[in-house]
C-alpha cells in the first residue's frame, strides 16, 4: 500500500489500496499515524470507524481484491473520509436481508459523524463522510450513546432504507428514555429521582469538557 501526502490549507492524504481483509488493519495503521502527524489525535477513534466501516463495505459489496483510494482530508474543524472505488453501486442504511450488517454499520457511522455521503464518478463512486474534531462530539459517552440508538432502533423496526435523519435518531432518544424509565419504575425505583441525578451530571461534565 503506498501514497502521498501534501500539506497546505487542507491537509490530504491519499492511500491506494487494494480491498483485501488484511489491508483494512494497514488502512487503521496508516491512519492512525497520519492523524497523529497532523496534531489532531482527538479524532483517531471516529476515523479509524470509519475506515473500517467504508473498507469493509468495498470488501463486501464490490469484491476481495478490488482496486481502491482512501482519501483523508483535514480541514480547519473536521476530517473528511473518502472511499472511492469502481462500483457504481450505493450503499444504504437498511434493515435485514443480505445488506443488514453494512446497513447497520452506516446507521453507526451516521451517529457519530457530521454527515455522509456517496458521489457518482465517471469511474464508479466515492462514498464520503465528515468527522467534527470538536473534543465533545468524540467522548465515550457518545460513542456508547451511538451504538445503543443503532441497537434500539434494529430491535423497535424504526429506521427507513436511508440513513435516519437528525429528527429520527432524535425522536429514538426520547423512545429510549422513556423506557428506561419504565423499566425503572417497574424495578420499584423513582424516575424523577434517576432524572435529576443524570442531569446534574451531565451538566457537570459538560461544563468540565
Not at 73 to 94: C, F, M, N
Not at 119 to 135: H, M, Q
Not at 160 to 182: F, K, N, Q, R, W
Amino acid at each position: 500500500m503506498t501514497g502521498y501526502e501534501s500539506t497546505g490549507p487542507r491537509l490530504r492524504c491519499v492511500l491506494p489500496f487494494e480491498a483485501q481483509p488484511s489491508e483494512v488493519r494497514l488502512l487503521r495503521k496508516a491512519v492512525s499515524e497520519q492523524i497523529a502527524l497532523w496534531g489532531i489525535p482527538v479524532a483517531v477513534d471516529e476515523v479509524e470507524l470509519a475506515v473500517t466501516e467504508l473498507a469493509t463495505n468495498v470488501i463486501k459489496h464490490v469484491g476481495e481484491g478490488a482496486a481502491a483510494t482512501l482519501v483523508l482530508a483535514s480541514q480547519d474543524d473536521r476530517v473528511r473520509v473518502e472511499l472511492h472505488d469502481k462500483s457504481h453501486r450505493v450503499p444504504a442504511a437498511g434493515r435485514g436481508g443480505s445488506d443488514e450488517e453494512c446497513g447497520r454499520g452506516l446507521n453507526l457511522l451516521a451517529a457519530v459523524c457530521l454527515d455522509w455521503g456517496t458521489l457518482l464518478t465517471a469511474t464508479g463512486k466515492a462514498v464520503w463522510c465528515e468527522i467534527s474534531l470538536e473534543p465533545a462530539r468524540h467522548c465515550v459517552r457518545v460513542q456508547r450513546a451511538a451504538a445503543v440508538l443503532d441497537e434500539y432502533q434494529r430491535l423497535s423496526g424504526a429506521g427507513s432504507a436511508a440513513v435516519p435523519a437528525y429528527a429520527v435518531l432524535e425522536t429514538s432518544v426520547t423512545e429510549v428514555i422513556a423506557d428506561l424509565l419504565h423499566w425503572l419504575a417497574v424495578q420499584g425505583g423513582d424516575p424523577d429521582d434517576v432524572l435529576d441525578r443524570a442531569q446534574t451530571r451531565y451538566e457537570a461534565e459538560a461544563e468540565a469538557a
